[in-house]
């Protein structure tokens, strides 16, 4: 199946800082990709949907200035956490949908754990 | 959205099959069922997904009740590895999805 990574795979920061994850697409181009968070023991929560080339749409109670996205390519999203605070650290997932039409599956990045101190 | 309710757990003896079954009655016309599994502390693998016939592939069957009101995943022979938690899962076209809880199958040797 299609391959999607993302970078960093476990990030450290200290409360106030911004932290920077990227979501990759390795092996086909994504117009789309899905940012989730999850907390331990819960399920998946979508976060936000990026589009390439636009504006990200943010699910309700999502704060757009705090959690920003940028989808410059097709093949790549960012997400960063602006002013991270502890109550942030949690594993951020993306994930992208191939472009090709047709191609509704979407595949999973492996995930990025962040601890905010 | 449509939703999908899963038991939340299930065992299986290793090298039976696994029978993992999903209801998703509000599902339109042409979305499809797709079904993923997490591991602990890993991203969601895919699967298999289906439209309204049954499907196979090398690891899993799936099977959809003429009305699509529901659905079975089919793990043929669980080895131990298997063990994860199974989301069943139906995207808007937009690509959205709301994720429940899934079931938490647990292979026991």
């Known amino acids: 199946g299609a391959v999607v990574s993302q970078h960093p795979s476990r990030v450290i920061c200290k409360s106030g800082t911004s932290v920077k994850i990227e979501c990759r697409s390795l092996?086909?181009?994504?117009?789309?990709m899905f940012w989730y968070r999850q907390f331990p023991k819960q399920s998946l929560m979508l976060m936000a949907t990026?589009?390439?080339?636009?504006?990200?749409?943010?699910e309700q109670g999502v704060e757009k200035d705090k959690f920003l996205i940028n989808h410059a390519s097709l093949t790549l999203s960012t997400l960063t956490v602006t002013s991270a605070h502890p109550e942030d650290s949690s594993f951020y997932i993306c994930?992208?949908?191939?472009?090709?039409?047709?191609?509704?599956?979407?595949?999973f990045g492996p995930g990025t754990r962040l601890l905010v101190l | 959205d449509a939703k999908t309710t899963q038991p939340p757990s299930m065992d299986c003896a290793e090298g039976r099959a696994a029978n993992l079954p999903c209801n998703h009655s509000?599902?339109?016309?042409?979305?499809?069922v797709y079904w993923y599994r997490q591991i602990h502390s890993q991203g969601p693998q895919y699967i298999i997904h289906?439209?309204?016939n049954n499907e196979t592939n090398e690891m899993a069957s799936l099977i959809i009740t003429e009305d699509r009101k529901s659905s079975t995943l089919i793990l043929p022979h669980a080895t131990l590895r298997d063990t994860a938690v199974y989301y069943c899962?139906?995207?808007?076209?937009?690509?959205?999805?709301?994720f429940g809880d899934g079931t938490t199958l647990t292979v026991k040797p």
């Open positions: 994930s992208a949908r191939d472009a090709l039409a047709g191609k509704e599956t979407q595949y």
């Open positions: 092996d086909f181009q994504a117009t789309t």
């Open positions: 990026s589009n390439e080339g636009s504006k990200a749409t943010y």
């Open positions: 509000t599902i339109s016309g042409n979305e499809y």
């Open positions: 289906g439209l309204k």
């Open positions: 899962i139906v995207f808007t076209n937009a690509g959205k999805s709301t």
